[in-house]
């Protein structure tokens, strides 16, 4: 066991503790002890005085490999960005394109403190497998979508089933059991039929896994589905059989009064997207109406295309002043609950908080240390809560922890990845793609 010593903790965890002083013990990449007191016996003491650990963030909704894809095209709204420019690249890629994308992706994440992510793309193993070099955790889904591609719903679902019993082949090679999840992705109720919808809802029973889907994200696809169901999104979802504890929705832009209660009865989690749905136009989810219900609500970037950065403490700055100024109400979203969104609540999204989420025994050791000293902003201390969310922001962070191991550190750079070759690929893969699609 080795010790840590910073001078606060926020925990994060059920009593939501700030902690002065105290150790933290690691083994096998776990927390094993906190206490004020040193332990008799440790193998190492790092001094952490003057900073401040807090849990690594959780980033619950992306497509991480899309920073290949990041300045195509701005300014539009989400159906023209999608069908007129970025589908046409996509069916470019190639699974060897999509690993550098991610793990450079990654390599950004990782450096704003997102030590877990959940994903949904295409080549899906190809994010796994650059999750795994990388040292972070994910949770990676393959995006079904027998609308877009012209299968049908049994041979869509055949390709989801291969994906997971590679997937499965891949985390017992790299015995990454504690470091990979597999979800199921159908992509959206428009890029899916009712009966790929269906099958999926029955594997995710048969299989026990999570279900990772965009819903009600546009008025304009809340409008489509109703001339085609006669039902909203969610409401159309609820009445298949769909919804459930194991859904994470994600964006929730748009729901209807009537579906608020749905969401919540059926413990559904949401993704909320604050900078990708403002910077699309596709509007700003009620999401302190959400909490107040007792819906868990989970903080994500969305992919590096339409947001474009993979920072989660800028959304959690964004996030917070969203639901103050729609609702003119300056008590709404405040600090300490959105920084729930940005950490335990992701991990409760995700299916992951016996892992991550918050710092506690028996939990692993993933987590971010501030040096406060590098901003100005973080003198004097008052709230902790409001000091991270509306003073700081990631450039504060020195180093990023998974499994009580340093995968970065502000002066030193990635331990896992040669971010100056991985940046040489992204800029090649790029070049070709624009020359094929011209």
Request: glycine share 6%; aromatic share 8%.
């Amino acid at each position: 066991m080795f010790l840590v010593r910073p001078s606060i903790v926020v925990t994060m965890d059920r009593d939501m503790r700030i902690l002065k002083d105290c150790y933290i013990g690691i083994e096998d990449g776990k927390i094993v002890y906190i206490g004020k007191s040193k332990p008799p016996e440790y193998d190492e003491l790092i001094d952490l005085s003057g900073r401040v650990i807090i849990p690594g963030f959780i980033n619950a909704h992306t497509h991480v490999a899309m920073t290949l894809l990041r300045g195509v095209k701005d300014d539009v709204d989400l159906a023209t960005w999608l069908n007129r420019y970025i589908l046409p690249i996509e069916m470019r890629l190639k699974p060897s394109d999509v690993y550098f994308g991610a793990l450079y992706g990654i390599a950004e994440m990782l450096k704003h403190g997102i030590v877990c992510f959940l994903d949904m793309y295409y080549h899906e193993l190809e994010v796994a497998r650059a999750a795994i070099d990388s040292g972070i955790r994910a949770v990676v889904s393959y995006g079904s979508a027998d609308v877009f591609f012209g299968r049908s719903p049994q041979e869509e679902l055949r390709i989801a089933e291969m994906f997971r019993q590679d997937l499965m082949r891949l985390i017992e090679e790299k015995d990454a059991h504690d470091r990979i999840f597999f979800a199921y992705g159908p992509h959206s109720p428009y890029g899916c039929t009712k009966e790929l919808l269906i099958l999926i809802k029955e594997k995710s029973d048969e299989n026990n896994a999570r279900i990772h889907i965009h819903l009600s994200e546009t008025r304009k696809e809340v409008e489509d589905i109703k001339k085609k169901t006669g039902m909203s999104p969610i409401e159309y979802l609820d009445k298949i059989g769909f919804l459930s504890g194991k859904v994470m929705a994600a964006h929730v832009v748009w729901p209807q009064e009537h579906e608020f209660g749905l969401l919540a009865s059926r413990g559904v989690h949401v993704l909320h997207n604050p900078t990708s749905n403002l910077k699309l136009a596709s509007g700003i989810a009620p999401v302190q109406k959400m909490l107040k219900l007792g819906i868990n609500v989970a903080l994500a970037t969305d992919g590096p295309a339409s947001n474009n950065r993979l920072d989660i403490w800028k959304e959690m700055h964004i996030a917070s002043l969203l639901q103050k100024g729609i609702l003119l109400d300056p008590e709404a979203l405040p600090a300490r609950e959105v920084l729930k969104m940005a950490t335990i609540n992701g991990a409760r999204a995700l299916g992951l908080e016996n892992f991550v989420g918050s710092i506690e025994i028996g939990k692993k050791a993933d987590f971010i240390v501030i040096d406060v000293k590098r901003a100005l902003e973080s003198t004097p201390i008052h709230d902790i809560y409001a000091m991270l969310v509306y003073a700081l922001d990631s450039r504060i962070i020195e180093s990023v922890w998974i499994d009580g191991r340093i995968v970065y550190h502000a002066n030193e750079g990635f331990r896992n990845i040669d971010i100056d070759k991985v940046r040489q690929r992204v800029q090649d893969i790029r070049d070709r793609l624009m020359s094929e699609i011209a």
